[in-house]
């Protein structure tokens, strides 16, 4: 597979951090795209047991073979990726990287509107993070440019011919998406959404690759959705229930208490369809059968685990190639082989 995207099916957090840095490191892609909002998005991932956050960066940064790159469609806080730069200078990232001189810039009055604006707060409930404002300004034509800002010179660069020419070339690249499908603009619970689509399709305009250059597609799903800020999720569970099961979570940018829910077959299925799935990644199986924690081998995973992933496979149609048994990266049954 020359050029695969990885979206989230859910409404974001699906663990894409992870299973993204796990194919980063078994795939060595030569280049790694991001697509996606901006920097409303936090991926989180355990490597040898200190865990990383990039809100801003490719989350492969740990490949250090790759070139990272930051695609036209994403939106750019020059702060947050100067932080990120520092953050992870033990990955030589700033070597690397690469941010299409076409990407709009988030500024502080973007930031101050997401978070004192009684829409966007109080009743979407967004990250604050300034993306909202900042498309909106985009789709006015009057944001700033990467190219406007002077700092962010040195690592400008044409994002959709370099993953072209990469595609040419042969070589093989990871496009990864942010968000999920159920917080996109047009196919998701609106106005409780984020402020673009966030299936493959737009992922893999954000980076600047035609539809029939896409070879595979990773839709990952979270054995126990959850959801962040406002908005309609159908099969949430109380938080009694998921204090009971040990489902507590919290926001990598905001901070805020997850809401959880019980995986939503419906959603899997329509989500998939809608983002031409060709396999699914499963995380977080431990939480729904603790025997399941650390196993690599699937012939291995208890029955109720299995069961589980057989379900899905039924009920959404599509293989389920990937499935995370922990948090650390070894944690993990790549299926990919025999689907
Ligand atoms: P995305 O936004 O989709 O990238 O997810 P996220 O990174 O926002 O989720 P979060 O920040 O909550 O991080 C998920 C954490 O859970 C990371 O530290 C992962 O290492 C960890 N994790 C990922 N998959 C699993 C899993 O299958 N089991 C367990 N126990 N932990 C996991
Ligand atoms: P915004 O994208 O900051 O405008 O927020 C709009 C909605 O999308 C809110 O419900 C946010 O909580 C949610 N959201 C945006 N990005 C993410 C993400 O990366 N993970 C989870 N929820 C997100
Ligand atoms: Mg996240």
Not at 51 to 56: E, I, K, L
Not at 146 to 164: C, H, M, Q, S, W
Not at 178 to 193: E, I, K
Not at 285 to 314: C, H, Q, S
Request: aromatic share 8%; proline share 4%.
């Amino acid at each position: 597979m020359p050029s695969y995207i990885v979206v989230g099916g859910q409404w974001g957090d699906e663990g894409k951090g992870a299973i993204t840095a796990y194919l980063a490191l078994k795939d060595e892609p030569e280049v790694i795209a991001r697509g996606g909002v901006g920097t409303n998005a936090g991926h989180s991932v355990f490597i040898n047991g200190k865990r990383y956050a990039v809100r801003q960066l490719p989350m492969g940064f740990m490949q250090t073979k790759a070139r990272l790159l930051v695609g036209a469609g994403v939106l750019v806080d020059p702060e947050v990726f100067f932080h990120e730069l520092e953050t992870l200078k033990d990955f030589d990232v700033a070597q690397r990287v690469g941010i299409d001189y076409r990407c709009a810039i988030i500024e502080e009055t973007h930031k101050q509107l997401d978070r004192s604006n009684g829409h966007l707060h109080d009743k979407i409930g967004t990250t604050g993070s300034g993306c909202g404002p900042a498309n909106a300004d985009r789709v006015m034509r009057r944001a700033k440019l990467a190219r406007d800002i002077k700092e962010l010179e040195p690592y400008l660069t044409d994002v959709a011919a370099e993953v072209n020419d990469a595609l040419d070339e042969g070589k093989l690249v990871l496009i990864e998406g942010t968000q999920g499908f159920g917080l996109s603009l047009y196919y998701g619970t609106y106005p409780y959404v984020t402020s673009k689509d966030t299936t493959a399709s737009a992922i893999a305009s954000d980076v600047g690759i035609g539809p029939t250059r896409v070879d595979d597609i990773i839709v990952v799903f979270k054995s126990f959705p959850t959801r962040v800020g406002a908005g309609p999720f159908p099969t949430e569970m109380s938080q009694e229930e998921a204090e009971r099961l040990g489902l507590i979570e919290y926001g990598t940018v905001t901070g805020r208490r997850r809401r959880v829910g019980w995986f939503d077959f419906e959603l899997a299925r329509y989500s998939a369809k809608l983002n031409g799935a060709t396999m699914l990644a499963l995380t977080m199986i431990d939480k729904y059968d603790k025997n399941a924690f650390g196993i690599t081998d699937y012939d291995k995973l208890p029955r109720k685990a299995k069961e589980f992933v057989e379900g899905i496979e039924e009920r959404v149609g599509v293989p389920v190639a990937l499935i995370k048994t922990g948090p650390e990266l070894e944690h993990i049954i790549d299926r990919r082989d025999v689907i």
